[in-house]
């Protein structure tokens, strides 16, 4: 049902997100949870809608009495602006790696360079030496803007290594650039995880990201190489840059969807764990392949469907669990987490205590699963309790195979680690065979975040079960 054309890919903000909001709020009430949104199941996320217009934008890289324009949209992918909706922004060009300023690691992109004023151009990511996790964190779009913001600079730039192109192809980057971008608001309409500082953001096509190092000490694949050795680099390039962004601005109202499970304990139930997966997908795209419609089977109509099914199952025990049980269907994680991070602001139904988190996104069953990742779980004493789960399901915990996707800053569990509250993001590692990983891989590249999600790929259903 949640896959189906009929619910127009439940894009944020759109009439399709909202018949399956009430979709699982039906299921909700089926299953005999008690309502915690405002007045019901459905709990209202106000937000900000950001299209950009790119053909009212410009770009040009400018150097002396040289001036070499870049198509908006295609040479050159800019972010809509949450707080302008017309912006010149004129300024010099400086390369600082990854854009990264992390001293518990001894890594500092920024030593000894004055940013202030300028435009950043930085690799996406960040050094591969680096935890798992922290380099997860430290690859983050918000992480970075703070770090930037708080330099003096005034916008970035990100580029992108030939191993992020193949996983990321710019032709997926170029169709989901044309969708609207979504930030939540507080009471006063502000956005939310908005620094006025950066006043340009976007991302530069290869044929630009080439042409950028020209003159530069060092060449764009030098720059790669000591990237991907995690090495420290920065220097200014000899080009400055002028850009118009213009966006347009609309109040938006997209629901997250609560329902509650009260725990047995009469001490323990006024705490909770939120057990949460993201409802909306990317909406209706320009087609691929004659197809626009994104499906979003696997993401995230597979862990919707999960959260349910766990939910039904709780709510089937003859005794109920101690603590409570909060089944949180989100909405605007694909625009970076809008609707976790709202409710991990704001207080919990019944005002109980958050405590813990645990996310279903995206559970990959294109072959048996037999291997699972549990992203985060080290941090807390979620470990000991996924080891003991994952073997009960005959499922064996593996490390992360693929760190550079960094998944442990990419889906809702992210919103609530930020609030310092314990979050553990279980996801498949399918069979964890050469052959498995590499259908991963191809799964990425031709079929996330494409109209190709849909029902027609291979489901395994009963290890999907186990899961």
């Not at 992109?109 to 435009?119: F, T």
């Amino acid at each position: 049902v949640l896959a189906d054309d009929a619910m127009e890919v439940r894009g944020t903000g759109t009439a399709g997100y909202e018949r399956a909001a009430h979709y699982v709020a039906e299921q909700m009430q089926t299953i005999g949870l008690v309502p915690g949104g405002d007045g019901g199941f459905l709990q209202p996320v106000p937000m900000l809608r950001a299209q950009l217009r790119p053909e009212a934008c410009a770009f040009e890289l400018r150097r002396g009495d040289e001036v070499l324009p870049l198509e908006v949209g295609r040479d050159v992918l800019l972010s809509p602006d949450f707080l302008r909706t017309k912006w010149t922004t004129d300024a010099p060009l400086v390369f600082v790696g990854y854009g990264v300023s992390a001293p518990e690691l001894g890594h500092d992109d920024y030593a000894g360079l004055d940013v202030r004023g300028k435009v950043l151009v930085a690799f996406r990511g960040a050094p591969p030496r680096f935890p798992n996790d922290p380099r997860a964190y430290y690859s983050n779009g918000m992480i970075k803007d703070q770090m930037a913001a708080a330099r003096g600079a005034v916008g970035i730039l990100q580029i992108q290594k030939p191993d992020d192109e193949a996983r990321a192809p710019w032709e997926r980057n170029m169709r989901q650039n044309r969708l609207p971008g979504y930030r939540w608001v507080d009471a006063g309409g502000a956005p939310a995880n908005v620094h006025a500082a950066i006043e340009l953001a976007g991302s530069l096509s290869r044929t630009s990201e080439e042409r950028i190092f020209d003159g530069a000490p060092k060449t764009y694949l030098e720059a790669v190489a000591a990237a991907e050795s995690s090495l420290t680099q920065s220097f200014p390039l000899t080009w400055s840059v002028k850009a118009v962004r213009v966006t347009e601005h609309e109040r938006a109202m997209s629901p997250n969807v609560v329902g509650v499970l009260r725990g047995s304990d009469p001490r323990l139930r006024d705490e909770c764990i939120v057990i949460s997966a993201h409802l909306d997908h990317l909406g209706i795209s320009e087609p691929v392949h004659g197809d626009s419609i994104n499906n979003g089977a696997y993401d995230n109509a597979s862990g919707t469907a999960m959260m349910l099914e766990t939910a039904r199952a709780f709510a089937s025990l003859k005794v109920r669990p101690r603590r409570s049980l909060v089944f949180l269907s989100v909405t605007g994680e694909e625009k970076g987490l809008q609707g976790s991070d709202w409710f991990a602001h704001h207080p919990a139904p019944d005002s109980m205590t958050v405590v813990g988190n645990v996310n279903l996104d995206m559970v990959l069953m294109l072959r048996p699963v037999t291997k699972v990742v549990a992203i985060g779980a080290e941090h807390s004493t979620f470990a000991g309790v996924m080891a003991q789960a994952a073997g009960l399901a005959g499922l064996q915990l593996v490390p992360d195979p693929i760190p550079a996707e960094v998944v442990f800053v990419r889906s809702d569990q992210f919103s609530f680690i930020k609030q310092g509250i314990p979050a553990v993001f279980p996801v498949s590692a399918n069979d964890g065979s050469p052959d498995g990983l590499s259908e991963v891989a191809h799964w990425r590249t031709d079929h996330y975040h494409s109209p190709q999600d849909d029902l027609t790929q291979p489901f395994d259903w009963a290890s999907g079960a186990r899961f």
